[in-house]
């Protein structure tokens, strides 16, 4: 972690005639649209849990006291924030160390097609300003084969570091191909401490309406397979029915001939009786039955 400064805000400096901001271009969209990636991260609505407050920008300048010329890194990360949002209030326009009691965490340089003295003089400059790790990301491979270049201050100076992994800080940064805002390329993007890259806002609201439209999805599948279920019940209660009439017109001729006008009364009985199976036996009964009777004991057994 960077060190903490003890400066009282009663004993800030005069920065009146300081030069904080000289309205520089960007290199190139590519930049920009990198910059981009590594700051809204934090204030889309991702997953990245920070639980205290925090600055993260791209393009400001960075002054360790009244009368430094400022350095301005692509992007820079500083935790642990003293006095929460209170700096964007007082009008604090650059980074300001006396202001934010720290220096930033990690500084970020990304190399354009004319590279900026990325491993000379800003890797002294990050340096001399305590900052704990300064990353240098190389798409174009200007200064050497690696893509990214880590560095960790040790004493005075920085030492390569063979991950882009920062423990205390519960974060990391890691090369990923993809698109974002329809560009497909190899973009820079922080991760988790397991090496998980942390979606952006759109990333996550993208996720959510895939997985909404999975459940649609599958509520509209079981709405076709309710129908198509129904659908065979209503075939089979109307097979059934068309059964039942079968064997009622059966039962009815079985009775007409073997009990004369006596069955009658018997037909509204067993048209009352929905078990085809029940209505199947009175059939079977009927010519060995000697009275109604006795073919009442059939259907109306206890």
């Not at 400096?13 to 300081?18: A, I, L, V």
């Not at 190139?28 to 639980?51: A, D, H």
Request: glycine share 6%; net charge negative; aromatic share 10%.
């Amino acid at each position: 972690m960077s060190e903490k400064l003890t400066l009282l805000p009663h004993e800030y400096p005069d920065t009146s005639n300081m030069i904080l901001e000289d309205d520089t271009p960007l290199d190139s969209f590519i930049n920009e649209k990198q910059q981009r990636l590594l700051t809204t991260v934090f204030y889309s609505g991702s997953e990245i849990s920070i639980n205290v407050p925090f600055i993260v920008a791209a393009n400001v300048g960075l002054f360790s006291y009244v009368g430094d010329s400022g350095i301005v890194p692509d992007v820079f990360l500083s935790l642990n924030i003293p006095g929460g949002e209170k700096w964007w209030k007082r009008n604090v326009r650059s980074y300001l160390f006396w202001e934010f009691g720290k220096s930033p965490d990690i500084v970020i340089e990304i190399v354009s097609p004319t590279p900026g003295n990325e491993l000379g003089s800003k890797l002294t400059d990050y340096s001399q300003l305590r900052i704990p790790y300064y990353v240098v990301y190389d798409p174009l491979q200007k200064l050497s084969e690696n893509f990214l270049q880590v560095f960790q201050l040790q004493g005075t100076s920085y030492i390569p570091k063979n991950n882009a992994l920062f423990a205390e800080l519960n974060l990391g940064l890691t090369l990923w191909n993809g698109v974002f805002e329809n560009v497909n390329d190899t973009w820079l993007r922080w991760c988790d401490a397991d090496g998980n890259v942390i979606k952006t806002g759109d990333e996550l609201a993208a996720e959510k309406n895939v997985k909404i439209s999975q459940k649609n999805a599958e509520i509209s599948q079981k709405d076709v397979e309710i129908s198509q279920n129904l659908l065979e019940i209503s075939q089979k209660d109307a097979e059934i029915s068309q059964l039942k009439q079968a064997l009622l017109l059966a039962i009815e001729m079985g009775l007409r001939l073997k009990f004369g006008d006596e069955a009658v009364g018997m037909l509204s009985e067993i048209s009352a009786i929905n078990d085809v199976k029940l209505l199947q036996e009175i059939i079977s009964q009927i010519p060995q039955m000697s009275s109604t009777d006795e073919l009442r004991k059939v259907y109306f057994r206890e």
